[in-house]
């Protein structure tokens, strides 16, 4: 239930922020956001690009991605104001859950 919700206002937020117009990208709250390398696998990658396009809507756009054993983090961005969203996956793709990493005030 709770993860609805927050799907639900994750989804709403991107709704209001693509309805501004083209701005300035929306920066990462956290450091830890890649961006220019690649290092996943493709399983990885395209398991994290459903995930995400399922529960949100714009263009997606993969922009980096690490590796560290078992587990894999995609990095991408969506729509015109570059959201930023990180996906946790499997490196196979199995298990990908995806989290906002931007800040208040995007409206």
């Known amino acids: 239930m709770i993860e609805k919700v927050r799907t639900i206002a994750m989804v709403s937020i991107l709704v209001a922020v693509s309805a501004c117009g083209r701005g300035p990208q929306i920066q990462p709250l956290s450091t830890g956001f890649v961006e ?14 459903a995930k ?8 997606l756009k993969v922009v980096g991605s690490r590796s560290s054993g078992a587990r894999s983090s995609v990095y991408m ?16 793709g199995s298990n990908p859950t ?10």
């Open 52 to 59: 995400l396009a399922a529960e949100t809507s714009g263009r």
């Open 77 to 92: 961005r969506i729509g015109p104001s570059g959201a930023p969203w990180q996906c946790s996956v499997g490196s196979d």
């Open 98 to 107: 995806v989290g906002f990493m931007g800040y208040g005030g995007m409206a």
């Open 36 to 49: 220019g390398r690649f290092s996943a696998s493709n399983a990885a990658v395209r398991a994290c690009r």
